[in-house]
């Protein structure tokens, strides 16, 4: 399909195991963007790509999580050393170049991780 | 104050009924604004876009208020299929395109 694609669709870990989430945005799409979204709550910004850069990733909540994003396409999220509050389904979404009313974000289906 | 704040409901409307929310932001700056609808266990999608003028689209009506930094969603002749929660989105260009979404609202349709 033309959408984002995320996988996997679900992740259990054991805390402290390492986990690697990726995404792939639709082609041609410029932004790309990580939230975390627990339950019963709105998506929270992690961070951000424009192409291979990472423009702002001040969204990541510790040194534990890591996002890249090599050659400006594919993405991927990893947490290191996973704990139990690290929980909660990741959107991955991605946007046409250029700002405002043209840029509405398209999101993947989420990965739902849950560390036991 | 949080960046993007909504009401988190739940709104329980009766099927027919006109219902409507706020969604305040805190950076007078910020330039994009929409509305996104999340079903239980779904990914977010556009709803629609908020322009400065206010706009439509059949039931549904955004409008804009910068003075006051707030954005509103009017749904007219709900339908139970419009039960969802409702998240406010805010680009906040000066930052590099960061985009900030609310907690959303949970909107129950009854019938």
């Known amino acids: 399909g033309a959408g984002v694609s995320q996988s996997p669709r679900y992740k259990v870990a054991k805390r402290g195991q390492d986990v690697a989430l990726r995404c792939d945005p639709i082609?041609?799409?410029?932004?790309l963007f990580w939230y975390q979204q627990a339950l019963g709550q709105g998506p929270e910004f992690l961070t951000y790509?424009?192409?291979?850069?990472?423009?702002?990733k001040s969204g990541l909540p510790s040194d534990r999580f890591f996002a890249e994003r090599p050659e400006g396409s594919v993405s991927t999220l990893k947490i290191q050393r996973t704990q139990q509050e690290d929980s909660a389904v990741y959107l991955c979404?991605?946007?046409?170049?250029?700002?405002?009313?043209?840029?509405?974000?398209?999101f993947g289906n989420g990965t739902r991780l849950t560390v036991t | 104050r949080k960046e993007v704040e909504q009401d988190p409901g739940p709104f329980n409307v009766p099927e027919g009924a006109t219902v409507a929310f706020n969604c305040t932001y805190s950076?007078?700056?910020?330039?994009?604004f929409f509305w996104y609808r999340q079903d239980c266990r779904k990914e977010p999608k556009l709803l629609m876009s908020?322009?400065?003028s206010g706009n439509e689209d059949g039931r549904f009506t955004a409008q804009l208020n910068r003075a006051s930094q707030y954005i509103s969603l009017l749904i007219r002749d709900s339908k139970l299929s419009d039960s969802a929660t409702y998240l406010c989105?805010?680009?906040?260009?000066?930052?590099?395109?960061?985009?900030?979404f609310g907690k959303g609202t949970r909107l129950h349709i009854l019938p």
């Open positions: 979404a991605s946007s046409l170049p250029g700002r405002g009313q043209n840029s509405p974000l398209h």
């Open positions: 082609s041609g799409h410029v932004s």
């Open positions: 790509f424009q192409n291979e850069a990472q423009l702002d």
């Open positions: 950076n007078s700056a910020s330039q994009s």
């Open positions: 908020v322009y400065s």
């Open positions: 989105v805010v680009n906040d260009e000066g930052r590099d395109d960061k985009i900030i």
